[in-house]
Protein backbone atom coordinates (compact mmCIF):
# COMPACT_ATOMS: atom_id res chain seq x y z
CA UNK A 1 0.00 0.00 0.00
CA UNK A 2 1.45 3.54 -0.71
CA UNK A 3 0.37 6.74 1.53
CA UNK A 4 1.12 10.23 -0.28
CA UNK A 5 1.20 13.30 2.19
CA UNK A 6 1.36 16.48 0.81
CA UNK A 7 2.48 19.60 2.82
CA UNK A 8 4.30 23.30 1.72
CA UNK A 9 1.16 25.30 1.38
CA UNK A 10 0.75 28.30 3.08
CA UNK A 11 -0.75 31.49 2.74
CA UNK A 12 1.13 34.21 -0.19
CA UNK A 13 0.16 37.37 -1.28
CA UNK A 14 -0.18 37.61 -5.41
CA UNK A 15 3.04 37.22 -7.50
CA UNK A 16 4.58 35.33 -4.53
CA UNK A 17 5.81 31.97 -4.92
CA UNK A 18 5.26 28.51 -2.93
CA UNK A 19 6.79 24.76 -3.77
CA UNK A 20 4.55 21.58 -2.04
CA UNK A 21 5.67 18.75 -1.96
CA UNK A 22 4.33 15.30 -1.89
CA UNK A 23 5.72 12.55 0.03
CA UNK A 24 5.49 8.54 -0.34
CA UNK A 25 5.21 6.11 1.96
CA UNK A 26 4.68 2.59 2.47
CA UNK A 27 5.29 0.05 -0.99
CA UNK A 28 6.68 2.44 -3.30
CA UNK A 29 8.98 -0.21 -4.82
CA UNK A 30 7.93 1.10 -8.43
CA UNK A 31 7.79 4.63 -9.46
CA UNK A 32 3.98 5.82 -11.10
CA UNK A 33 3.02 8.76 -12.94
CA UNK A 34 1.71 11.48 -10.22
CA UNK A 35 -0.02 14.29 -10.91
CA UNK A 36 -1.40 17.21 -8.69
CA UNK A 37 -5.06 18.58 -8.68
CA UNK A 38 -6.85 21.54 -6.53
CA UNK A 39 -10.26 21.83 -5.36
CA UNK A 40 -11.28 25.95 -4.64
CA UNK A 41 -14.46 26.49 -2.04
CA UNK A 42 -17.75 25.69 -4.41
CA UNK A 43 -15.60 24.22 -7.53
CA UNK A 44 -14.72 20.98 -9.18
CA UNK A 45 -11.44 19.05 -8.75
CA UNK A 46 -9.50 20.28 -11.32
CA UNK A 47 -6.08 19.06 -13.06
CA UNK A 48 -3.27 20.95 -12.82
CA UNK A 49 -0.02 18.73 -13.21
CA UNK A 50 1.04 15.86 -13.72
CA UNK A 51 5.13 13.93 -14.02
CA UNK A 52 6.05 10.45 -16.02
CA UNK A 53 7.75 7.76 -13.71
CA UNK A 54 10.96 9.13 -14.10
CA UNK A 55 10.31 12.74 -14.41
CA UNK A 56 10.90 13.03 -17.75
CA UNK A 57 7.93 14.07 -19.06
CA UNK A 58 5.22 16.52 -17.88
CA UNK A 59 1.71 17.81 -18.62
CA UNK A 60 -0.25 21.03 -17.34
CA UNK A 61 -3.28 22.49 -17.06
CA UNK A 62 -3.48 25.83 -19.25
CA UNK A 63 -3.99 28.00 -16.52
CA UNK A 64 -0.72 27.01 -14.56
CA UNK A 65 1.69 26.71 -17.70
CA UNK A 66 5.00 28.68 -17.39
CA UNK A 67 4.12 29.28 -13.92
CA UNK A 68 4.26 26.47 -12.53
CA UNK A 69 6.59 23.19 -12.56
CA UNK A 70 6.28 19.86 -11.77
CA UNK A 71 9.06 17.32 -10.61
CA UNK A 72 9.95 14.49 -9.21
CA UNK A 73 13.05 12.60 -6.49
CA UNK A 74 12.46 9.23 -6.66
CA UNK A 75 15.36 8.46 -4.54
CA UNK A 76 13.25 10.71 -1.81
CA UNK A 77 9.96 9.33 -3.17
CA UNK A 78 8.83 13.01 -3.44
CA UNK A 79 6.72 14.95 -6.53
CA UNK A 80 7.32 18.52 -6.15
CA UNK A 81 5.60 21.41 -8.03
CA UNK A 82 6.66 24.64 -7.45
CA UNK A 83 4.41 27.40 -8.03
CA UNK A 84 5.82 31.03 -9.37
CA UNK A 85 3.86 34.09 -10.03
CA UNK A 86 0.95 32.91 -7.75
CA UNK A 87 -2.51 34.53 -8.71
CA UNK A 88 -5.87 35.04 -6.39
CA UNK A 89 -7.44 32.21 -8.46
CA UNK A 90 -4.83 29.85 -7.92
CA UNK A 91 -6.33 29.45 -4.29
CA UNK A 92 -7.79 26.19 -3.26
CA UNK A 93 -6.57 22.90 -1.68
CA UNK A 94 -3.93 21.19 -3.37
CA UNK A 95 -3.61 17.46 -3.97
CA UNK A 96 -1.11 14.67 -4.87
CA UNK A 97 -2.56 11.34 -6.43
CA UNK A 98 -0.86 8.22 -8.17
CA UNK A 99 -1.77 7.12 -11.83
CA UNK A 100 -2.04 3.22 -10.96
CA UNK A 101 -2.32 3.11 -15.42
CA UNK A 102 1.18 4.63 -15.06
CA UNK A 103 0.16 7.20 -18.01
CA UNK A 104 0.27 11.10 -17.84
CA UNK A 105 -3.64 11.80 -17.70
CA UNK A 106 -5.92 15.08 -16.44
CA UNK A 107 -8.70 12.92 -15.74
CA UNK A 108 -8.70 12.47 -11.63
CA UNK A 109 -10.36 9.33 -11.66
CA UNK A 110 -7.67 7.77 -13.09
CA UNK A 111 -5.49 8.52 -9.71
CA UNK A 112 -5.59 6.93 -6.46
CA UNK A 113 -3.83 7.27 -3.24
CA UNK A 114 -4.58 10.72 -2.64
CA UNK A 115 -2.85 12.73 0.27
CA UNK A 116 -5.05 15.04 2.38
CA UNK A 117 -4.40 17.74 0.59
CA UNK A 118 -2.44 21.58 1.57
CA UNK A 119 -3.96 24.42 1.38
CA UNK A 120 -2.87 27.18 -0.80
CA UNK A 121 -4.21 30.88 0.07
CA UNK A 122 -2.77 33.37 -2.30
CA UNK A 123 -4.37 37.29 -1.25
CA UNK A 124 -5.25 40.06 -3.31
Known amino acids: QVQLAESGGGLVQAGGSLRLSCAASGRTFTSYVRGWFRQAPGKEREFVAA????????YYADSVKGRFTISRDNAKNTVYLQMNSLKPEDTAVYYCGRNPRNRISPDLNEYDYWGQGTQVTVSS
Open 51 to 58: VSWNGGST
